[in-house]
């Protein structure tokens, strides 16, 4: 079994940044995704951004230039740093994991295609 962990969710005021990590451990594989997404109250899980085993990465437009995606050695945890945060990023932030990869594919993008997911972490930007 494969499972996500994040941490490092807070309420933070619009402008400001915080950081996110997902810690993955059980039986892992090789050419492992992991993607980062979000569900605010009343909508729909959405797609943030992802990494592959290969180090590509991935992002939403709506986060591009602002959000950033890295990952330790190990491969096994990932970051989501956030900056110029806006109230409207206010969202429970999960941390999805991809058993398999294919090599040298971008990470996926649509949440069905992720195998494990963790219970999140919330993220509330106030005004």
């Known amino acids: 079994q494969v499972q996500p962990v994040e941490s490092g969710g807070g309420l933070v005021q619009a402008g400001a940044s915080l950081r996110l990590s997902c810690v993955v451990s059980g039986n892992l594989f090789n050419n492992m995704a992991l993607g980062w997404f979000r569900q605010a109250p009343g909508k729909e899980r959405e797609f943030i951004g992802a990494i592959a085993w290969s180090g590509a990465t991935a992002y939403a437009d709506s986060v591009k230039g602002r959000f950033t995606i890295s990952r330790s050695d190990v491969k096994t945890t990932i970051h989501l740093q956030m900056s110029s945060l806006k109230p409207e990023d206010t969202a429970v932030y999960y941390c999805?994991?991809?058993?398999?990869?294919?090599?040298?594919?971008?990470?996926?993008?649509?949440?069905?295609?992720?195998?494990?997911w963790g219970q999140g972490t919330r993220v509330t930007v106030s005004s």
């Open positions: 999805g994991a991809r058993a398999y990869n294919s090599a040298g594919a971008l990470p996926p993008r649509r949440e069905i295609e992720y195998d494990y």
